[in-house]
């Protein structure tokens, strides 16, 4: 199994607050990207990094910023949570991003947020 | 807006039963990857398709492309309980084949009991 590893696993926060939270992995890919998963909405692309600094939104990045400092580590950051953000989060790395075929992604184990 | 639907949402069988699940589109993809998500874990890659038409097998399941690349089947023989789970399909669109642009399906979830 690809090396990645989601923290926290499960959590919990109030409307308003701000929330982090952390992809690393240990598999040395370039690429890393930062789904959604909802009933009714599927897997949702939030944003996503071709390498350290580099990053760009997805489809659904209103309220949410990222950063890669490292190329082992990406962040997600919901800068005033709220409560449409309650979903499972989860990250992915591929090694090319040009071709789909041959660099498929590799998922971590998620992150449950549940903005009461 | 492109869409993958995938049918049915929902399916429970029995140990042995044989089943097939869909994945549908009007688009054309340059090719087609089929996910299974166990609960509380990420989905993990079974198969990607590429050429229209293309059969892969995965020991009990087989995998088919639709010869104008807009549409895939999931196959599985003999159900086991361990093949539980939600199948997703994830298309990469014509002349757009990055990850960043896959287009994802709501998933198939399937029970199989013992």
């Known amino acids: 199994d690809a090396g990645i590893t989601q923290s926290p696993r499960h959590k919990v926060t109030e409307t308003g607050t701000p929330v982090t939270l952390r992809c690393h992995q240990t598999e040395n890919h370039r690429y890393m990207y930062w789904y959604r998963q909802d009933p009714g909405h599927g897997l949702r692309l939030i944003h996503y990094s071709y390498g350290v600094k580099d990053t760009d939104k997805g489809e659904v990045s209103d309220g949410y910023s990222v950063s890669r400092s490292k190329t082992e580590d990406f962040l997600l950051t919901l800068e005033s949570a709220t409560s449409s953000q309650t979903s499972v989060y989860f990250c992915?790395?591929?090694?090319?991003?040009?071709?789909?075929?041959?660099?498929?992604?590799?998922f971590g184990n998620g992150t449950r947020l549940t903005v009461t | 807006t492109q869409l993958l639907e995938q049918s049915p949402q929902f399916l429970s069988i029995q140990e042995g039963e044989n089943l097939t699940v869909y994945c549908n589109s009007s688009?054309?993809?340059?090719?087609l990857q089929w996910y299974r998500q166990e609960p509380g874990e990420g989905p993990v890659l079974l198969v990607t398709v590429v050429t229209g038409g293309e059969v892969k097998k995965l020991k009990r399941l087989t995998f088919q492309f639709g010869d104008a690349r807009k549409d895939s089947s999931l196959h599985i023989t003999a159900a086991q309980p361990g093949d539980t789970g939600l199948y997703l399909c994830a298309g990469a669109p014509r002349n757009a084949g990055n990850n960043r642009k896959l287009i994802w399906g709501l998933g198939t979830s399937l029970a199989v009991n013992p």
């Open positions: 992915a790395i591929s090694q090319e991003e040009g071709s789909s075929y041959n660099s498929p992604l590799h």
């Open positions: 688009s054309v993809f340059s090719s």
